[in-house]
């Protein structure tokens, strides 16, 4: 099962951002699933921010599969994160990890 | 002391830019708050529109409507959203729901995204100006229903009204009211991001929607106080009346101009002065039409272009009428001296009725207006609405510089003041009373120059007839009382000296 996971930030070394990051990569490696991510700064790239109607950073939005869903806020959130972006199949171990 | 006063910049919103006294405080947030309906979004897009008309481009926030949706509904109103786009006058920024629904809140967050992206808009097309609409809507989206309780949200709107106020931006901020009662997010909203706040109302009056704004507040800038009426026209958008703010303030001219009778002018002291307004009263079957009439024909004799508004009678009545006084309304038709509009009072709101009377001001371009009967209007509105009909009517014609007659219908027979007459007859530089006289057991006409501004006129009473060529004003009425009160009386009872005295006078001619 393929995932297509991308996460706008605003600035890459701001605390909010490295935490949203850490966070997720923690998550993604407890993940059974093929995903690719895509990390967009929105200070450089705001025409992509545009695109996606992305208004708070961080936001990590779920493209594929579809339908798309997304969460707002840097993933502190753990079971907040996984109900939105429906990722509890692909989870192979339990919370606490 | 605040030495700082704001520099305003014209919104190009006509009325508007009168009630603030200049337009926006520039460079500054204004919040706009209103209840659902009370045009916030055609506000929003009517100014940036407005800008664009004055070289400004801008840049719509939108976080309810997306763009294409907006452009659809605005387009009634003659603004090509589109067009203004690809002239780089107009970017939008759109923050409506994404696909798929909104997403929860899952830890810290702030609005640098929103701020990014609106500061690279602005940045592309050189904006002067920044419409958000409305902020509500993202909070509803995102169930934050205190959500300035958040820090992230008071510190997100606290960063982004700053970095507004750095891109060199006057800002409006559009916010919903949800209960007149509640205001708890305004007051928050204002607290945080807004210097000003102007407050759109949507209410009741009577049976009819009344539309008004208000300056609720202008940080250290003058502005007028009260609320101000407005309506949404098809055509134009958003239209404020600003009442007698423009009214008292228009010159006028000493030229005189013909009444279309010589009589009346000599009553006059050498006819109507141009840029006046007249008012015609009488009870019905007086003469005031046929005033009228003599209006239109004395107008379009010296080449003026007449307007004739029609309240109470169709057109063919009207036409009818003239050619039973030898007077040939379809030649002046014809030749484009005359354009008669007829309409059904209770049809519309007065506020449309003014918006019509202010676009076929606006086309034809009179020189003359006639309005018969401004009484009848009184039944399209409440009261409180015709008094502020009258009064934007009389701001129109006054500033257009039109000489302008309307009559008003008493509706006692004898005369006595009505609604109409209060209302406006301070606005007015001329007031004529028709009056039924009672003499000797006979119903005859009087007609008398109740005020005139700026002018000596006949003071006297005089008898009014109406044959085949129209009206006749002759002599004056001797030893009969309280005509203009509406109660005639014989001042000296006895029939013989009446008789022989009644028409002692000398002929107006000979004034």
Same mark, same amino acid.
């Given at each position: ?23 997720? #990569? ?18 450089? *790239? ?19 599969? *579809? ?8 993933? *502190? ?10 990722? #509890? ?9 | ?36 309906? /009370? ?25 309810? @409507? ?62 002067? $100006? ?13 169930? =934050? ?38 205001? @708890? ?18 209410? =009741? ?43 008292? +303030? ?7 101009? +013909?009444?279309? /009778?010589?009589? =009346? ?27 009228? /009439? ?20 169709s057109r063919d009545q009207l036409f009818r009428n003239a050619r039973g006084w030898g007077m ?15 309409? %059904? ?17 606006? +086309? %034809? ?48 027979? /004898? ?5 109409? +007459?209060?209302?406006?007859?301070? =606005?007015? @530089?001329?007031?004529?009373?028709? $009056? %039924? ?37 002759? $002599? ?9 009160l509406g109660v005639p009386h014989q001042v000296n009872p006895s029939l013989d000296d009446r008789?022989?005295?009644?028409? @002692? ?7």
């Open positions: 099962m393929r995932m297509h996971l991308t996460l706008y930030i605003a600035g890459a070394d701001t605390s909010r951002s490295i935490s949203a990051k850490r966070r997720l #990569d923690h998550l993604l490696g407890r993940l059974d699933a093929e995903v690719y991510l895509d990390v967009v700064d929105v200070l450089e *790239s705001p025409d992509l921010a545009e695109l996606a109607r992305v208004f708070a950073t961080p936001t990590l939005v779920r493209d594929l599969p *579809s339908p798309a869903r997304r969460v707002i806020g840097d993933l *502190s959130d753990v079971e907040g994160v996984t109900a939105a972006l429906g990722l #509890d199949p692909y989870l192979l171990h339990p919370e606490g990890v | 002391m605040d030495l700082n006063i704001p520099v305003k910049s014209p919104t190009g919103i006509r009325g508007l830019d009168v009630i603030t006294a200049g337009g926006l405080p520039d460079g500054r947030i204004t919040l706009v708050t209103g209840g659902p309906g /009370s045009g916030k979004t055609v506000f929003s897009m009517q100014y940036l529109h407005a800008g664009v008309e004055l070289g400004e481009p801008g840049v719509f926030v939108t976080f309810e @409507d997306q763009p294409a949706f907006i452009g659809g509904n605005v387009r009634s109103f003659g603004w090509d959203v589109a067009a203004m786009v690809d002239a780089d006058m107009l970017r939008f920024v759109d923050v409506s729901a994404p696909s798929g629904g909104e997403g929860r809140i899952v830890g810290g967050f702030d609005l640098s995204a929103l701020a990014e992206r609106i500061k690279t808009a602005c940045d592309e097309i050189g904006a002067k $100006r920044v419409a958000l609409d409305s902020l509500g809507a993202l909070f509803a989206r995102l169930g =934050l229903f205190d959500p300035l309780e958040r820090l992230e949200m008071r510190t997100g709107l606290r960063e982004l009204a700053a970095r507004l106020r750095a891109l060199d931006v006057t800002t409006i901020m559009t916010s919903e009211r949800t209960s007149e009662a509640s205001p @708890d997010l305004d007051y928050q909203l204002e607290e945080y991001v807004a210097d000003n706040v102007l407050m759109l109302r949507n209410n =009741l009056d009577g049976e009819r929607r009344r539309r008004t704004v208000e300056v609720l507040k202008f940080r250290g800038a003058e502005h007028h106080e009260g609320q101000f009426a407005f309506s949404i026209l098809p055509g134009s958008g958003i239209a404020v009346l600003p009442l007698g703010e423009m009214a008292l +303030e228009t010159p006028s001219t000493e030229d005189r101009t +013909e009444s279309g /009778s010589v009589e =009346l002018d000599a009553m006059l002291g050498g006819g109507m002065f141009r840029e006046s307004v007249a008012l015609v009263s009488g009870a019905t079957g007086t003469g005031k039409t046929l005033v009228s /009439s003599h209006f239109v024909l004395g107008g379009a004799a010296r080449g003026d272009k007449v307007l004739l508004l029609a309240y109470e009678e040939d309304f379809d030649g002046l038709v014809a030749s484009g001296q005359l354009r008669v509009e007829c309409a %059904y009072p209770e049809g519309m709101s007065l506020q449309r009725h003014l918006a019509r009377i202010t676009s076929l001001v606006d +086309e %034809y371009q009179p020189d003359r207006i006639v309005i018969d009967s401004l009484s009848a209007l009184e039944r399209a509105g409440s009261v409180l609405g015709f008094r502020e009909f009258s009064l934007a009517l009389v701001a129109l014609v006054k500033t257009r510089g039109v000489l302008t007659l309307m009559t008003s219908s008493s509706a006692e027979l /004898s005369g006595s003041v009505t609604v109409t +007459e209060g209302h406006i007859s301070t =606005l007015t @530089d001329l007031i004529l009373l028709l $009056r %039924y006289v009672e003499v000797a057991g006979e119903m005859r006409r009087g007609v008398a120059v109740l005020k005139m501004r700026g002018s000596t006129h006949d003071k006297a009473i005089r008898e009014f007839t109406i044959d085949g060529e129209g009206m006749r004003i002759g $002599r004056i009425f001797q030893r009969v009382g309280g005509i203009v008789l022989t005295t009644l028409f @002692d006078d000398p002929p107006t001619a000979d004034l």
